[in-house]
């Protein structure tokens, strides 16, 4: 480790710590629904889009109609992406023309963009034209990022509202996040990496000779437009397959500084947005404190051991940290801070290759996933994943004062934490499942590249990043046969609805509720003790996918690459 390392790690926290009130006072505006300076300009685009589409923004929904609003958009656009996949070998913008994508694999790509999972069983220059790059692909990118943080407004309304059973419009929450937040910022983040060095054209192809005399095929696109969304909405999937380590994704240390703030920034502005919802900003401080506190742990640890080094390599006389499948222009520094801030929120974007960390640096990735990325966490995903566990922590409070848990003016209760342990429990149930049937399965067994603990740990990664809606991927397994796409493709759904319904219907029990006001006997949820509690419940929970898993891969990894005898 470096002090130039530590100077950028600590600098990564700065700025975020800083952009947290102006992002959160924005996304408040936005949750209100109040004009912006935007509104000069767009206001007529939103109301035009109101008056085609025949809703009334005014018209508030209940937990149960905002949630089928919200499945049967997504799954009427997961059905326009299938198309758009299976007919591009038909459709324009096809120069180099590519073929459609088998039935398989345009049903796990559909669903893993409509679940902002953004896995790739493909590499992006070689099966995917411009059309379905920018028509089938960037357009889940701006509506799964704007469905999440429309389901954080719905939730963070549950919180604050008294006694009604409305949790705002989903349509309504959708078009002014994605015209007032996603579009503006994406056209000018596209603009600063156009100049520097991020390609943004329709032609696909250049032929270039090289200096031997020989002819190269290098790919081109539309990629600095899908490059800005991809992280500021946490969504990951990379126009190529070597994603953020490619120069014509992130070109420089400044780009990929920028990208990795991207990738937080909606994150933390959400839950300075949620103290203010409440009437407490410190309510928000506490979440990020705890969000913060959890990131530079797993950040230090990965740092430590990537800086560390192999220790086989170590016994041949080879000192200095492990470079392997990282590239020399960020270093281990750049490449740990990435991987454990990619890992934490929903991103799933790579600036190197997972499977080449070593045993415990790989481990942060996992273990991050396996919490639920609610380290930050995806647009609007990581605040109410995070939210679920803070329910979970006030009750286990209420169960040590012997008195009925209180978070933010709304009595706990039975029901409320009955839906948060089921929110919270899918993430265990698949993962380990998926996992579980891959490892017993010829189909399964088929797929990792290695033997032994890191063949198991290639599987559990695959599984983890499904179920967590990361997307990205260890390495070193072949992914895109029909059993992997079809499973991967279930676990990503389950991962990402079989959370948002018991978390809207929390919302909509929370909303009922009157307010009551806290008392001398009520537990105090904004300084230290609170902040303790919630990282602790979270390790807890997060145990319950961890811990099986622990000594079947990344641990028994490490060993064995202790012991020199990796298989």
């Not at 995903?381 to 012997?402: E, Q, S, T």
């Not at 499942?433 to 990792?448: D, F, H, R």
Request: glycine content about 12%; some cysteine.
């Amino acid at each position: 480790m470096t002090p130039q390392g530590w100077i950028l790690i600590l600098v990564f926290v700065g700025i975020l710590l800083a952009l947290a009130k102006p992002i959160g006072l924005w996304l408040f505006a936005l949750y209100e629904g109040r004009r912006t300076p935007l509104h000069v300009v767009l206001g007529p685009v939103e109301r035009g889009f109101y008056r085609l589409s025949g809703v009334d923004p005014a018209a508030e929904m209940g937990w149960r109609r905002y949630a089928v609003h919200m499945l049967l958009f997504n799954v009427v656009l997961t059905l326009f992406t299938y198309a758009i996949l299976r007919l591009q070998a038909v459709l324009p913008l096809n120069a180099p023309a590519m073929s459609g994508i088998t039935p398989d694999g345009a049903a796990n790509t559909a669903v893993s963009f409509a679940t902002n999972t953004n896995w790739q069983w493909y590499s992006g220059e070689a099966a995917m034209s411009n059309l379905s790059q920018m028509l089938a692909l960037a357009i889940h990118n701006f509506t799964s990022a704007a469905t999440g943080i429309a389901l954080a407004f719905a939730l963070f309304r549950g919180f604050a509202r008294r006694q009604t059973a409305t949790l705002g419009n989903f349509w309504a929450d959708m078009t002014r996040v994605t015209l007032y937040l996603l579009l503006p910022v994406c056209v000018l983040y596209s603009v600063y990496l156009i100049a520097s060095g991020v390609p943004q054209t329709l032609t696909q192809q250049v032929t270039a000779n090289t200096m031997e005399g020989a002819k190269q095929v290098i790919t081109l696109g539309p990629v600095a437009s899908q490059e800005a969304i991809k992280m500021l909405g946490t969504n990951g999937g990379g126009f190529f397959n070597a994603n953020s380590a490619h120069p014509f994704e992130n070109p420089s240390a400044l780009t990929n500084l920028v990208q990795m703030l991207s990738i937080f920034a909606i994150g933390v502005g959400l839950t300075w947005c949620f103290g203010k919802a409440v009437g407490n900003v410190r309510q928000g401080w506490a979440i990020l404190a705890a969000m913060m506190l959890m990131f530079i742990a797993g950040v230090a640890v990965c740092y430590w051991q990537e800086a560390a080094g192999n220790p086989m390599l170590h016994q041949l006389g080879l000192a200095g940290g492990n470079m392997e499948g990282k590239e020399v222009r960020f270093g281990t520094a750049a490449s740990s801070l990435f991987a454990v801030v990619t890992t934490a929120a929903s991103c799933g974007a790579v600036n190197a290759m997972h499977d080449s960390f070593t045993a415990i640096g790989g481990l942060v990735p996992i273990f991050n996933m396996q919490l639920g990325e609610i380290v930050v966490g995806g647009v609007g995903a990581g605040i109410y994943g995070f939210l679920l566990f803070a329910i979970l922590a006030v009750f286990v409070a209420g169960l040590m004062v012997g008195r009925t848990p209180e978070y933010v003016g709304k009595k706990i209760e039975s029901r409320e934490v009955k839906l948060a342990v089921l929110a919270i429990a899918v993430l265990p149930l698949a993962i380990l499942g998926g996992a579980a049937i891959a490892s017993v399965t010829t189909a399964g067994l088929a797929g990792p590249l290695n033997k032994g603990p890191h063949g198991f740990s290639e599987i559990l990664y695959a599984f983890t990043s499904a179920v967590a809606n990361n997307g990205s991927a260890f390495g070193g397994i072949t992914s895109g046969t029909p059993f992997y796409n079809g499973m991967l493709a279930v676990c990503m759904w389950i991962g990402r609805f079989f959370v948002i319904v018991p978390m809207l219907a929390i919302a909509g029990s929370l909303a009922a509720k009157k307010h009551t006001p806290e008392s001398a006997g009520s537990f105090p949820t904004t300084g230290g003790l609170w902040v303790g509690l919630l990282i602790g419940v979270i390790l807890i929970m997060g145990g319950l996918t961890f811990l099986p898993s622990l000594a079947l891969g990344p641990i028994a990894d490490h060993l064995s690459m202790i012991g020199g005898h990796l298989s």
